[in-house]
C-alpha cells in the first residue's frame, strides 16, 4: 500500500490518506506498506509532523529490523525537507 500523510494537498490516486503521524506509523507497523510520502507541517504540531514518521521509522530499523519502505517527501517547507531527507539518507544507510 501507498501512504501519503497531508493535511491539505489532494491525494494521488492509488494511495492512502492518512492526517496525522500515529495513523501513518499504526499503517507502518502492518508490514504492508511499500512507499510513503510525507509532508511535515500537518496544522497542528502537538500532534505531530511528518519529520516524526522519519524518526519513527529511524529508530523502527535500528531498534526492530524494520525494512521501510520506499520514503519520500512533499513538503513545502523548505527547512524541515532538509531536515526529514537527512533522516531518510540516515535510514537508508543503515540497511545497505
Known amino acids: 500500500m501507498k501512504v501519503f500523510l497531508d493535511?491539505?494537498?489532494?491525494?494521488?490516486?492509488?494511495?492512502i490518506r492518512v492526517y496525522w503521524p500515529?495513523?501513518?506509523?499504526?499503517l507502518l507497523k502492518t508490514g504492508h506498506v511499500t512507499e510513503i510520502s510525507l509532508d511535515h507541517d500537518l496544522g497542528?504540531?502537538?500532534?505531530?509532523?511528518?519529520?516524526d514518521v522519519i524518526l519513527w521509522i529511524?529508530?523502527?530499523v535500528y531498534t526492530q529490523?524494520?525494512?521501510?519502505p520506499k520514503i519520500s517527501v512533499h513538503s513545502?517547507?523548505?527547512s524541515a525537507r532538509i531536515?526529514?531527507?537527512?533522516?531518510?539518507?540516515?535510514i537508508y544507510k543503515v540497511i545497505r
Open 22 to 26: 500515529d495513523e501513518a506509523i499504526k
Open 58 to 60: 529511524e529508530e523502527a
Open 65 to 68: 529490523n524494520f525494512k521501510p
Open 76 to 78: 513545502a517547507n523548505s
Open 44 to 51: 497542528d504540531d502537538e500532534r505531530g509532523t511528518g519529520y
Open 7 to 15: 493535511d491539505e494537498r489532494v491525494t494521488p490516486n492509488n494511495w
Open 83 to 90: 531536515k526529514m531527507e537527512s533522516g531518510i539518507r540516515n
